[in-house]
């Protein structure tokens, strides 16, 4: 996918976070891209500081929701970036529901996106982005069900690939997983929550964590991946202020 202005890319949870970077970083290459999300003032604001961007209201962990929206938006790129905020505590602090918390959000919306684009299915050619995230390779003690839930995001994404290849539908799916970040929610509970650990500011977390990962780093990193041959990527990506760097 050399020329991007002919891209139809949805954006699944790009209205605040990586997401919204992500969202903004194709429309300033040329893409039409329309962004889904679940609540109407994030989306109204992206709307007006840069206009031409399409929105969705709808739920992502919703069936009909995916499934609606792919067919009526007939994307040849789709970024799932939608996820829910952990609940920041020590294991033995925890209830199931609040443990499991990604589970039926980051993990539905994978799985429900997944199958959706399979079914329909994207045009060939086609690209799946999911958003893990690095804990799913290092864990994360204070986040609950989080890492398990990330490293089965890309679990999906990689039995979408087979899936994809077995059928013929020339649909390349890709995970990207990200460092922890203060540029959207997550990443700043968990700057909160682990500052707190080692006795320190957040500040002080964040000036110790070296250079990090922003918004505009995310963008032009998965619009580089989306333009990169298929043949030439690999499965996941670990992605830092660097930008991407394959996973094994």
């Not at 959706?116 to 069900?145: E, H």
């Not at 999906?156 to 970040?181: H, K, N």
Request: charged share 20%; net charge neutral.
């Amino acid at each position: 996918m050399h020329d991007r202005s002919g891209l139809r890319t949805l954006v699944v949870g790009g209205s605040r976070g990586l997401g919204r970077g992500v969202a903004i970083a194709f429309h300033e290459a040329g893409a039409d891209v329309v962004v889904v999300a679940r609540s109407a003032e994030p989306l109204a604001a992206l709307a007006a500081a840069h206009p031409g961007i399409g929105t969705e209201i709808a739920d992502a962990t919703d069936d009909g929701s995916a499934t609606r929206l792919i067919d009526r938006c007939r994307p040849n790129v789709l970024i799932l970036a939608a996820g829910a905020t952990p609940v920041m505590a020590q294991l033995q602090n925890l209830g199931w529901d609040a443990f499991s918390t990604n589970w039926h959000s980051d993990v539905k919306i994978a799985f429900t996106w997944l199958r959706a684009a399979l079914s329909a299915p994207l045009p060939p050619g086609s690209r799946i982005v999911v958003f893990g995230s690095g804990a799913a390779l290092d864990g994360s003690p204070l986040s609950g069900g989080y890492a398990g839930a990330k490293a089965t995001q890309r679990f999906l994404a990689e039995y979408g690939q087979q899936w994809s290849d077995r059928d013929g539908l020339r649909i390349t799916v890709t995970t990207v997983m990200p460092r922890m970040t203060p540029h959207g929610d997550v990443g700043r509970a968990g700057i909160r929550a682990y500052a707190r650990l080692r006795g320190q500011s957040e500040e002080e977390f964040v000036e110790n964590s070296g250079a990090l990962l922003t918004r505009q780093i995310a963008g032009s990193a998965v619009v580089d991946l989306v333009r990169t041959d298929s043949s030439a990527l690999a499965r996941a990506y670990l992605l830092t202020a660097g930008g991407c760097a394959p996973v094994g």
